[in-house]
């Protein structure tokens, strides 16, 4: 049995919130685990022999409350102190990339490396202590000082890595993108759309467009395909095909047990829309999330069949057209509740290796809401997880990034699915404006200062009812602009005014 003692003050926690916890074995792969909490110690009852870490959200001093995980350990009759091993989690990834990145004894980070000096010297008297409370308080100060480290490491990389990009020309064309919603366009909406991005991301939904069997409803897409043409901004579709229960019309269900019905009816859904917009949409996310989200339950050679179909139908018709396919809640915590999905590291390889024809991965990334893939991350562990993409050797543009701008209570969200989270956890502070935007230029920073990630595209450009993460647009449902997108425009203008940039990239 793998289990951890959760101090408070010296005594027993008498609640822990297990909300978003799960267990991983080797490559951080989620594994299958019953977690439960009694009496003060979290019990993990996994599926799998081996050496195993905890990932939970946990309170940090001075950075919020984030979801952690401690290193892989045996198991033992005898629990761990979970602090202590939060502690040593984040040291030795913090370890890890001071050496990935080259930062040893690299001017400018001594004040990081004196923190991470003060942070081990405690973890050191955290594990000499003879009783667990103090233990754990040792345990809690080491991984406050090490998760503040941390972040100031991957900013210190990102700072001098973007700048090394701004001064060779790294930069695409286009960098900046947002994705709308079906409400009709405005000249509101247009005006701050020309101002701040680059290109726009329309829902080429198909529970949208064919609401019902062989009965069409175009004419919103038709309204912003047709505005944006005229001002001649780019434009992004997305996605041609996904199973999530947002995108999957509800007649569809009649042939859940029929995969190759599914896989034709899929085939002429994108034939259709390619064809009606394939003049005005040079890029298209082909494939979105289906490792994760997977309402028909396939087995892993017919989503691989589904993605292989998508991407070379796209390639068939639209030739020029650069091909996207998207990976979803990358840290795969969905993996350990359902086993017919794919931990998305193993869907991007897998991809890779079956020679499927395509241009570019995609990534989503969500936090604020409390489920799964959504729980809050700090800066370091983004960057950490764009760093795993560099091995696949194909560029990155993420097509869908967000945070909200305030807390939302359970309840406030359009599907079942937010209707019952919690609050997700919270970076530094609770969501407001001012920490949305705050968000928002780090995230930039450490995602363009990756050589191979190209654009970045905010979720929502302005709040509306039926959106999946409320309030987490860059205007308000009254069209008024949020912080964040002031912000994005400063950060816009000094990361891009006067900079080479380059021919290549998405495309347009």
């Known amino acids: 049995m793998l289990s951890f003692a959760a101090y408070k003050q010296n005594e027993l926690a008498e609640s822990i919130d297990l909300s978003g916890a799960y267990v991983s074995g080797s490559d951080d792969i989620p594994l299958r685990a019953e977690i439960s909490f009694k009496d003060g110690v979290i019990h993990c009852d996994k599926r799998a022999a081996g050496p195993a870490g ?28 979970l602090q202590v091993e939060l502690a040593r989690g984040r040291l030795v990834r913090l370890l890890h990339k001071f050496e990935d990145w080259g930062l040893f004894n690299y001017e400018g980070t001594e004040e990081i490396v004196a923190q991470v ?52 020309g790294g930069f695409p064309r286009r960098v900046f993108g947002c994705s709308v919603s079906l409400d009709p366009p405005t000249e509101q909406s247009r005006h701050c759309i020309s101002k701040a991005f680059d290109f726009v991301t329309v829902p080429v939904t198909w529970r949208d467009v064919e609401p019902s069997e062989q009965t069409f409803n175009w004419k919103p897409l038709d309204e912003w395909v047709e505005m944006l043409s ?80 998508a991407a070379a139908l796209t390639k068939q018709i639209a030739p020029r057209a650069l091909t996207v396919i998207d990976i979803v809640f990358p840290w795969g915590e969905y993996y350990a509740r359902n086993q017919r999905t794919i931990p998305p590291l193993l869907y991007a390889d897998m991809v890779l290796q079956s020679g499927i024809t395509f241009d570019a991965f995609g990534l989503k990334m969500y936090f604020g809401p409390g489920v799964d893939g ?12 764009l760093d795993q993409f560099v091995k696949l050797s194909k ?21 079942d699915l937010y209707r019952l989270a919690a609050n997700g956890g919270i970076w530094h502070e609770p969501w ?6 705050e968000w928002l230029s780090q995230f930039i920073e450490i995602a363009l200062s990756k050589p191979f990630v190209e654009t970045i595209a905010w979720h929502d450009l302005v709040d509306h009812p039926n959106q999946m993460m409320p309030q987490g647009g860059l205007l308000g449902s009254d069209m008024i602009p949020k912080v964040a997108y002031e912000q994005l425009l400063s950060t816009r203008a000094r990361l891009l005014t006067g900079t080479p940039r380059t021919d290549r990239g998405i495309g347009f």
């Open 54 to 81: 905890l990932a939970l959200l946990w309170e940090v001093e001075g950075s919020g409350t984030i979801l952690l995980e401690t290193v892989r350990l045996q198991e033992r009759q005898k629990p761990y102190i």
């Open 230 to 309: 005229k001002h001649r901004i780019p434009m992004k579709g997305s996605p041609l095909l996904s199973f999530s229960d947002r995108n999957v019309p509800d007649w569809l269900y009649v042939w859940e047990h029929d995969f190759d019905t599914i896989r034709d009816l899929a085939f002429e859904h994108i034939r259709r829309s390619i064809n009606r917009y394939g003049q005005y949409i040079q890029v298209w996310d082909v494939v979105s999330g289906i490792h994760a989200d997977n309402c028909f339950t396939f087995n892993f050679e017919q989503l691989m069949e589904l993605t292989r179909m």
């Open 432 to 437: 407001s404006e001012r920490v949305q935007s």
């Open 395 to 415: 560029p990155l543009h993420i097509t869908a990034v967000q945070v909200p701008s305030a807390n939302t209570p359970p309840g406030a969200g359009s599907s």
């Open 374 to 385: 959504m729980y809050v991350r700090d800066m370091f562990q983004v960057s950490c997880l």
């Open 117 to 168: 000096h003060r942070s081990r010297d405690l973890l050191i008297e955290a594990l000499k202590a003879d009783m667990p409370g103090p233990a754990a308080e040792f345990g809690d100060k080491a991984l406050g000082l090490a998760v503040a480290a941390s972040e100031s490491l991957c900013r210190f990389h990102a700072n001098m890595f973007i700048t090394r990009r701004k001064q060779t």
